[in-house]
């Protein structure tokens, strides 16, 4: 048996950045992954953007967390990921968008996020080209951005390597073993582990990870199409994100990374709810037609390649993280709703210092998103 302070289940967009907080307040730690390698579950299907503006609380102030990081990483590390400082746009193209848009920035000031609301023509220099017919303004967040998501996990899994962190691959977890409220042990398709403190990072297995520690995690997954051009001059900055419903997709959001490939994704409506990560024929014709019909410049493009993943999703959009009720030493860093690589980085340092530090400063995060909430809210800016 192999023991450490703490077990990792899941090397994805949570379970990698967390490893490193905890190694790097000296915990001996281990991750145990089912797959061949680091970030080959959703983590790879992620598009990039990394944002603080949302409609709650909880998400804001983990992301703020990993803004900071995320904008250090090369100072602090010497580690490039790409990292731009674009912002997220999020266009009004009628009043009652506009009404709740500035509702929120006032929301969203009380948590210290720079952002403000932004004219027609401000808009215009920042997308040179968008279509202003009916255009009103813009939410527009300055400080938000965007990575690569290969480089991050990267990043962070050589800076948890050098702290300590052992990883296992190609071992998937079948069982623990349980003895008055702890988990004493989990048995892997090849070895036997022990530790304090159990994490189940597990993405879309987390459901499943959950029940063998007699937690009820009400988790299931919708697939999302993402695609990407080819790569030219750089000619826009933040991430437009069009709130608008049209029939078959609720939202759609785009932006040019570092590389100078747009990058692309939508979602579907109604939720297309399953496990299937095969790419479909009717993704390129329904985004390219809002896309182009947004933004006539993008219409010249050359799509390279188009992919598919899965979003973890809880009933009202919000993750779930905290111990469980049923077993003492289980702690739930699940149900990312799709956002997990933007999540991961701030939410693994905010773990590390409530694991560790046993703060109470955190509470507030954990209250949220506790798995014993109600699941009756709403996250405006999904």
Same mark, same amino acid.
């Given at each position: 048996?192999?023991?450490?302070?703490?077990?990792?289940?899941?090397?994805?967009?949570? /379970?990698?950045? *967390?490893?490193?907080?905890?190694?790097?307040?000296?915990?001996?730690?281990?991750?145990?992954?089912?797959?061949?390698?680091? /970030?080959?579950?959703?983590?790879?299907?992620?598009?990039?953007?990394? !944002?603080?503006?949302?409609?709650?609380?909880?998400?804001?102030?983990?992301?703020?967390?990993?803004?900071?990081?995320?904008?250090?990483? #090369?100072?602090?590390?010497?580690?490039?990921?790409?990292?731009?400082? %674009?912002?997220?746009?999020?266009?009004?193209?009628?009043?009652?968008?506009?009404?709740?848009?500035?509702?929120?920035?006032?929301?969203?000031?009380?948590? #210290?996020?720079?952002?403000?609301? @932004?004219?027609?023509?401000?808009?215009?220099?920042?997308?040179?080209? @968008?279509? !202003?017919?009916?255009?009103?303004?813009?939410?527009?967040?300055?400080?938000?951005?965007?990575?690569?998501?290969?480089?991050?996990?990267?990043?962070?899994? *050589?800076?948890?390597?050098?702290?300590?962190?052992?990883?296992?691959?190609?071992?998937?977890?079948?069982?623990?073993?349980?003895? #008055? !409220?702890?988990?004493?042990?989990?048995?892997?398709?090849?070895?036997?582990?022990?530790?304090?403190?159990?994490?189940?990072?597990?993405?879309?297995? &987390?459901?499943?990870? +959950?029940?063998? &520690?007699?937690?009820?995690?009400?988790?299931?997954?919708?697939?999302?199409?993402?695609?990407?051009?080819? &790569?030219?001059?750089?000619?826009?900055?933040?991430?437009?994100?069009?709130?608008?419903?049209?029939?078959?997709?609720?939202?759609?959001?785009?932006?040019?990374?570092?590389? %100078?490939?747009?990058?692309?994704?939508?979602?579907?409506?109604?939720?297309?709810? +399953?496990?299937?990560?095969?790419?479909?024929?009717?993704?390129?014709? *329904?985004?390219?037609?809002?896309?182009?019909?947004?933004?006539?410049?993008? !219409?010249?493009?050359?799509?390279?390649?188009?992919?598919? +993943?899965?979003?973890?999703?809880?009933?009202?959009?919000?993750?779930?993280?905290?111990?469980?009720?049923?077993?003492?030493?289980?702690?739930?860093?699940?149900?990312?709703? +799709?956002?997990?690589?933007?999540?991961?980085? %701030?939410?693994?340092?905010?773990?590390?210092?409530?694991?560790?530090?046993?703060?109470?400063?955190?509470?507030?995060?954990?209250?949220?998103?506790?798995?014993?909430?109600?699941?009756? /809210?709403?996250?405006? *800016?999904?």
């Amino acid at each position: 048996m192999k023991k450490f302070d703490v077990v990792i289940i899941g090397a994805g967009s949570i /379970g990698v950045p *967390l490893s490193f907080y905890l190694a790097n307040r000296g915990l001996k730690v281990a991750i145990l992954e089912k797959l061949p390698s680091t /970030g080959r579950g959703q983590n790879r299907a992620a598009i990039g953007g990394i !944002r603080a503006t949302f409609s709650d609380p909880a998400k804001i102030k983990i992301c703020l967390q990993t803004i900071e990081i995320m904008k250090n990483m #090369k100072v602090e590390h010497g580690l490039d990921v790409d990292w731009i400082q %674009g912002g997220y746009l999020y266009p009004a193209y009628d009043e009652k968008t506009e009404i709740a848009f500035k509702q929120l920035l006032d929301f969203q000031k009380q948590y #210290k996020l720079n952002n403000r609301w @932004i004219t027609p023509d401000e808009i215009d220099k920042l997308v040179p080209g @968008i279509n !202003r017919e009916n255009l009103r303004g813009g939410n527009f967040s300055e400080e938000d951005g965007s990575a690569s998501p290969l480089k991050t996990t990267a990043a962070f899994s *050589l800076l948890s390597h050098r702290r300590g962190t052992e990883l296992f691959f190609d071992e998937e977890v079948r069982s623990m073993k349980i003895e #008055k !409220r702890k988990i004493v042990s989990v048995e892997t398709s090849r070895d036997v582990y022990s530790a304090d403190i159990f994490i189940n990072a597990s993405g879309a297995d &987390a459901k499943t990870i +959950g029940a063998l &520690a007699r937690a009820d995690i009400p988790i299931y997954t919708d697939c999302h199409e993402a695609g990407v051009t080819e &790569a030219v001059e750089r000619f826009f900055e933040p991430m437009v994100v069009d709130i608008r419903p049209d029939g078959n997709s609720s939202n759609y959001y785009f932006y040019q990374n570092a590389e %100078g490939q747009v990058v692309f994704c939508i979602t579907p409506e109604p939720k297309i709810i +399953g496990a299937d990560i095969d790419n479909t024929s009717t993704f390129l014709p *329904l985004v390219v037609k809002r896309m182009v019909q947004l933004y006539p410049r993008l !219409r010249h493009l050359r799509v390279r390649r188009t992919w598919r +993943g899965l979003y973890p999703m809880t009933p009202d959009g919000f993750p779930i993280v905290g111990f469980t009720k049923e077993v003492d030493n289980f702690f739930l860093t699940v149900g990312m709703c +799709g956002q997990g690589y933007m999540i991961g980085p %701030g939410l693994g340092k905010i773990v590390s210092e409530i694991l560790v530090d046993k703060t109470n400063r955190h509470d507030e995060i954990l209250t949220q998103l506790t798995l014993y909430r109600k699941f009756t /809210g709403n996250e405006m *800016l999904k």
